[in-house]
């Protein structure tokens, strides 16, 4: 079984197909650049094996996971005359996509945590925030979120489906759900408590972290307030960018915006998936003057000091 996706319907001439891929391909290789240097960066330095950066290792992994899920599958459709795709990778495709939302959105909660501890708690960072309990924070954003899905792509697997067009670039679980012939109750009980969880859960520590964030900043002087801010900023850019992203993507699967111009549909609804993996890293690896400097040092310094050891080998 097969289904027709409609989202890439307009590119027919063969020039314009052409610059989309190539677009889209250096796109995807810029993303896998970005994060995989950045990874690479904390992974070889022992200096980073610290709760913060493991949480921006475990935020760059995630992006990596998220576009992989979209741009493979993509490129593969804009070259596509026929722009199907099977029902097994379909299914595939919705579950990376959503897993990938969902630790997104855990892990920006966990560093929020992280922040509020460093601010409004440092004399006891070291002993509340250790690598161990970083270590086991990540784990648990992960295994949750993988399990949480296996659960939404087992009750749509089960779903007798009359259509096969998905008015989509991507798969989408909601459209999918769509084209049920038999009572899909359950299904949506379960989306609408799997959006309350992916999205409204870690907006409460998030919210709380930076309410706390805020009275330090008012009630301390003016060092703390310029530490906070310049702490907190990125990842307060990171978590707008994202939301605003997801909750266009939700209410144009589920509203008719027929007034928008198709091709801004189609660039808004890829907008989380493109413009986080590449923002993401950017502002998180350089979201204080202390990380730039030691991102700086170990890239610029101890960077081909590597190379010259690995040459003299």
Not at 64 to 72: D, I, M, R, W
Request: hydrophobic share 45%; net charge positive; glycine share 4%.
């Amino acid at each position: 079984m097969g289904w027709w996706r409609r989202g890439l319907a307009q590119i027919r001439t063969r020039s314009l197909k052409f610059l989309c891929f190539v677009v889209t391909a250096l796109v995807y290789v810029g993303i896998v650049l970005v994060n995989t240097s950045l990874i690479v960066v904390i992974c070889m330095n022992r200096s980073l094996h610290e709760p913060m950066y493991m949480f921006l290792l475990s935020l760059f992994v995630n992006e990596l996971y998220g576009s992989t899920g979209l741009f493979p599958f993509l490129l593969v459709q804009i070259l596509s005359d026929l722009h199907t795709i099977s029902a097994p990778l379909c299914f595939l495709q919705i579950y990376c996509l959503y897993t990938y939302v969902h630790v997104e959105f855990s892990n920006l909660a966990v560093m929020s945590y992280d922040r509020y501890v460093a601010i409004c708690d440092p004399l006891h960072y070291k002993s509340r925030m250790t690598s161990n309990r970083a270590v086991l924070l990540i784990s648990l954003v992960w295994f949750y979120s993988f399990v949480k899905f296996l659960i939404t792509l087992s009750l749509n697997v089960r779903l007798p489906l009359c259509g096969n067009v998905i008015n989509s670039l991507y798969c989408h679980n909601y459209l999918v759900v769509k084209l049920a012939c038999s009572d899909t109750l359950v299904n949506n009980i379960y989306g609408i408590f799997g959006t309350v969880v992916t999205v409204i859960v870690p907006l409460i520590p998030i919210l709380f972290s930076y309410l706390r964030i805020l009275q330090v900043c008012f009630s301390g002087d003016k060092q703390t307030r310029q530490k906070a801010v310049s702490t907190c900023s990125p990842h307060i850019v990171s978590l707008l960018n994202f939301s605003f992203g997801c909750l266009f993507e939700i209410l144009q699967s589920r509203f008719e915006m027929s007034r928008l111009s198709s091709q801004l549909r189609i660039v808004l609804s890829l907008y989380f998936l493109i413009i986080q993996p590449l923002l993401s890293p950017i502002i998180s690896a350089t979201d204080n003057v202390g990380n730039r400097r030691e991102l700086y040092r170990i890239i610029c310094m101890d960077g081909p000091k590597h190379l010259q050891l690995v040459q003299r080998n």
